[in-house]
């Protein structure tokens, strides 16, 4: 079985600033997928950013992007230049590469708090 | 943009009483997936959904919980006989594997409240 942990409950940070989340996960898979999702207050999920575990090149969307240590099982989100409307749950997601019949396995979610 | 909505949005129902939740996938997705998210906690999968069939299932979905799509565009989680513990936040999601994607797309949710 799968397991994402993120060791972080609550963080916050002044607005622009830049901000890592962190999320290490345990498989014994070799292809994988991981992504980051984000909740505001409205609960619904938005996804943020993937990562493919084949591909070395980290993912980047924008103001996010990730470091991805395949052999640390280390996948953390950093985001630049934080604005307000960052502020929300964000959780990391492992997906096994089974065609797509898989579910996403979360995290128990970072809740980051972009203060003005 | 296409995307995945439900409905209701809130059902509060009594305990014992059964309750249907429906989703409305993206139109071209051919992978469907439910999942609830208890007050506090992290989201949970519960089943997934393909080719008319349940593909994959967690320990949650035990035999109280069902799935259908009746037609071409509904996919439904039924409960039968609800519970105060089944009180929680259900999501509805899809996804298209055609282009080598497997992102998951969310519904809005549907607030269970079990009284």
């Known amino acids: 079985a799968q397991t994402v942990t993120q060791s972080q409950p609550e963080m916050s940070v002044q607005e622009a600033e830049t901000v890592t989340l962190s999320c290490t996960y345990d498989?014994?898979?070799?292809?994988?997928?991981l992504f980051w999702y984000k909740q505001p207050p409205s609960r619904q999920m938005i996804l943020v950013i993937r990562?493919?575990?084949?591909?070395?090149q980290n993912a980047t969307e924008n103001r996010f992007s990730v470091n991805f240590q395949k052999a640390a099982k280390s996948f953390s989100l950093k985001i630049s230049d934080s604005q307000l409307g960052d502020t929300a749950m964000y959780f990391c997601a492992f997906l096994r590469d089974r065609g797509g019949a898989d579910g996403l396995t979360f995290g128990k979610g970072t809740h980051l708090i972009i203060q003005p | 943009e296409p995307e995945v909505t439900q409905t209701p949005s809130h059902q509060v129902t009594q305990m014992g009483q059964e309750v249907i939740l429906r989703c409305v996938p993206i139109s071209n997705h051919l992978y469907f997936y439910w999942y609830r998210q208890i007050l506090g906690q992290k989201v949970e999968f519960l089943v997934s959904f393909y080719n008319n069939e349940i593909s994959e299932k967690s320990e949650i979905f035990d035999d109280q919980f069902s799935v259908e799509r009746p037609d071409g565009s509904n996919f439904t989680l039924k409960i039968r006989s609800t519970k105060l513990e089944d009180s929680a936040m259900y999501f509805c999601?899809?996804?298209?594997?055609?282009?080598?994607?497997?992102?998951?797309?969310f519904g809005p949710g549907t607030r269970l409240t079990v009284t």
């Open positions: 999601a899809s996804s298209d594997r055609r282009g080598g994607g497997y992102e998951q797309y």
């Open positions: 990562q493919e575990a084949y591909k070395q």
């Open positions: 498989t014994s898979e070799s292809n994988y997928y």
